[in-house]
């Protein structure tokens, strides 16, 4: 019999707050965390406006912060959102073994270093030929080791296990905006089957620099909405024009349930269901039928033995383009059925902007917070219903309503398609 794996930690930093209440309590008040981009001159850019972590500092979240300062962005808000989700836990205080702790995370790249690229191309061109002898003479005279280091997505896997002594396994995946969700399947799975007792898990992403805003722009696929940043991210709404892009990181401990019990943690919920599937159709597109959106969110509730009239709430992938809100309604006609308008469905990312790869952890504990109170998160700027999203989308303001399971999914770019299904400890 595979073993029942418990949340007995959160934590997250992110454009609305640094730490999981206040977070929660922004997303209850249907606040946004959009304005205008500081952290690079966008000024020049179709879209100026981002939702960013605003005064937040990594020194009191470890040790030696003047060396943290120095580590990639990404880096650093996993090492504060570990840091609460572990003490929220006590894990270190139960007497576990290192081996049996791991840390499974969804993390994307880090600081991308384009002045150096640039300087060591010039450097090297003649006329219109590359000099390699030169460019690579400059590159040892311009890199700097740790900050090339840095750009690499497994970097906050290790850092999260060293500030924890976490010797069990140690894995990062970056499936795009699923990155973070998959982490906690995966995560749970390695608990189901007995290879860890405990494992730290979730996602940390940052693309707030001129190489990401440049990529989504070229797909069309952030809003323009520069005059309005609040009401820029509009799931669901006939007048959506692109995502918002956010950053910050969220992660969870995932416990195994016995163990959890035993020491007398505080559990804020079980993961019950696990769904995975890919869309094998384009890179650039999701299937328009949402055929792997529907795969995934039924193998969700098969994994977790309920039937869809069990679950109470959907966090949607909610991105607020085009295509993927219409095709998300789609899939959760289909999973639904003839109560697909009875389900509340809502995106929380319309308040703080899609944080690729760290956005399906932050709103898997969204859902957890939604089934410890019993209120279900807005979609805000939800104004222009849209013949081809019909569906109950919390509009504009949060609603107290039961919620014992909640459906979390998480949608990546290229076809990957996680759900994650949440419920009260029974």
């Known amino acids: 019999m595979r073993k029942r794996v418990v949340v007995t930690g959160v934590g997250c930093i992110n454009p609305l707050g640094h730490d999981v209440e206040t977070v929660w309590k922004a997303l209850k008040e249907g606040r946004s965390g959009v304005g205008y981009t500081t952290i690079f001159d966008a000024s020049r850019f179709p879209t100026r406006i981002s939702a960013e972590v605003r005064d937040w500092d990594v020194g009191p979240s470890v040790d030696a912060p003047d060396l943290w300062r120095q580590r990639g962005r990404h880096s650093r808000f996993a090492a504060g959102a570990a840091r609460q989700a572990v003490d929220a836990s006590g894990i270190l205080d139960s007497g576990i073994a290192p081996i049996d702790l791991g840390v499974y995370l969804g993390c994307g790249e880090g600081n991308?270093?384009?002045?150096?690229?640039?300087?060591?191309?010039?450097?090297?061109?003649?006329?219109?030929?590359?000099?390699?002898?030169?460019?690579?003479?400059?590159?040892?005279?311009?890199?700097?080791?740790?900050?090339?280091?840095?750009?690499?997505?497994?970097?906050?896997?290790?850092?999260?296990?060293?500030?924890?002594?976490?010797?069990?396994?140690?894995?990062?995946?970056?499936?795009?905006?699923?990155?973070?969700?998959?982490?906690?399947?995966?995560?749970?799975?390695?608990?189901?089957?007995?290879?860890?007792?405990?494992?730290?898990?979730?996602?940390?992403h940052s693309m707030i620099h001129p190489f990401g805003v440049t990529g989504f722009s070229l797909l069309t696929a952030l809003s323009t909405r520069n005059d309005e940043p609040t009401r820029a991210s509009r799931p669901f709404d006939r007048m959506r024009d692109g995502f918002v892009l956010g950053e910050g990181a969220a992660m969870v401990v995932l416990e195994e349930l016995e163990h959890a019990k035993r020491r007398g943690a505080h559990i804020y919920g079980e993961v019950v269901g696990y769904g995975t599937t890919a869309d094998a159709y384009r890179i650039t597109d999701i299937h328009p039928q949402g055929r792997g959106a529907i795969a995934c969110m039924q193998m969700a509730i098969r994994d977790a033995a309920l039937n869809?009239?069990?679950?109470?709430?959907?966090?949607?992938?909610?991105?607020?383009?085009?295509?993927?809100?219409?095709?998300?309604?789609?899939?959760?006609?289909?999973?639904?059925?003839?109560?697909?308008?009875?389900?509340?469905?809502?995106?929380t990312k319309s308040m703080m902007g899609h944080l690729i790869a760290a956005a399906g952890v932050t709103e898997m504990i969204v859902c957890l917070m939604a089934i410890r109170d019993n209120v279900l998160p807005p979609t805000i700027n939800y104004e222009f219903p849209d013949p081809e999203c019909d569906l109950d989308y919390v509009p504009n303001q949060a609603r107290e309503a039961r919620c014992d399971y909640a459906l979390n999914n998480s949608f990546g770019f290229g076809g990957q398609n996680i759900s994650l299904v949440v419920g009260r400890l029974r």
């Open 112 to 204: 991308q270093d384009f002045t150096s690229f640039t300087r060591m191309m010039t450097a090297a061109m003649e006329g219109d030929q590359l000099d390699l002898a030169r460019f690579t003479q400059a590159g040892l005279q311009i890199l700097e080791p740790m900050t090339e280091l840095e750009q690499e997505p497994n970097m906050p896997a290790g850092y999260v296990a060293s500030m924890f002594n976490a010797q069990g396994p140690n894995l990062n995946c970056l499936t795009a905006c699923a990155a973070s969700s998959q982490a906690i399947g995966e995560a749970t799975e390695i608990i189901r089957r007995g290879d860890a007792i405990a494992m730290i898990s979730g996602g940390a």
């Open 308 to 347: 869809p009239a069990d679950i109470h709430y959907v966090n949607a992938h909610g991105t607020s383009t085009s295509v993927n809100d219409r095709v998300e309604t789609v899939a959760c006609r289909a999973v639904f059925g003839e109560d697909a308008m009875k389900v509340p469905v809502s995106s």
